[in-house]
């Protein structure tokens, strides 16, 4: 069936470093996919997205790439600050007849040490 | 402006009873979602609507039903409550799903 799956559920880094959290989809048909972030005790907050029809996009101190032929997605965090200690989610949409379902991965828990 | 609201923010049920999640969104979106959040668990979507009057099922509709009179309200309803529908429930918004879910802030249910 349709899923969006993490490799890594935990991540430890240390202040300043850059993070690199990764995600794997598996319908084919997305053409939709956000990054969120969820902190403690609140619900997801949109970090970031990226349509089917681009490899790479950058925001703030974030960069999302996505790898179409292995249906791969990463979220690169530069210079990682005890502020973006969270669990982020990958989640992905497929557009068509699902336009108004978003499908979220199982997450990755990012750990910052000062 | 109060974005997405939920109430309550707690609720402990007793296996067998029903009630009703409230979701509110005061920013005119057509897409509203409800999603469940178990223990170290991603987010599953229960029932979602993409305009008033217009509703579908997500991965884990069973036991739940959802109807979108308004397009400002979307509640949620447990219709006879179990210990497996023990969860942080999060309601979502968006004037397009392109542009990403503003989340409430959850309502965490425990049935005993």
């Known amino acids: 069936g349709e899923s969006v799956g993490l490799h890594l559920p935990t991540l430890s880094v240390q202040e300043g470093d850059n993070s690199i959290i990764n995600c794997a989809y598996s319908n084919s048909a997305s053409d939709y996919f956000i990054w969120y972030k969820q902190e403690s005790g609140k619900g997801p907050q949109f970090i970031i997205d990226?349509?089917?029809?681009?490899d790479k996009r950058q925001g703030q101190r974030v960069t999302v790439l996505l790898n179409k032929t292995v249906k791969h997605l990463s979220l690169q965090i530069a210079a990682t600050q005890p502020g973006d200690s969270a669990v982020y989610f990958c989640?992905?949409?497929?557009?068509?007849?699902?336009?108004?379902?978003?499908?979220f991965g199982q997450g990755t828990i990012l750990t910052v040490h000062p | 402006n109060a974005g997405v609201t939920q109430t309550p923010k707690f609720q402990v049920l007793k296996t067998g009873q029903s009630m009703t999640l409230q979701c509110a969104q005061d920013m005119n979106h057509e897409y509203m979602s409800w999603y469940r959040q178990d223990p170290g668990m991603g987010l599953r979507l229960i029932h979602y609507s993409v305009g008033a009057g217009i509703t579908d099922q997500g991965e884990v509709p069973n036991g739940y039903n959802v109807s979108r009179s308004t397009t400002e309200d979307f509640p949620l309803r447990l219709l006879s409550a179990a210990p497996s529908q023990t969860s942080v429930y999060f309601c979502?918004?968006?004037?397009?799903?392109?542009?990403?879910?503003?989340f409430g802030s959850g309502t965490r249910l425990t049935v005993v």
């Open positions: 979502a918004s968006s004037q397009t799903v392109r542009y990403g879910y503003t």
């Open positions: 990226i349509r089917s029809n681009m």
């Open positions: 989640a992905e949409n497929a557009g068509g007849t699902s336009y108004g379902k978003l499908t």
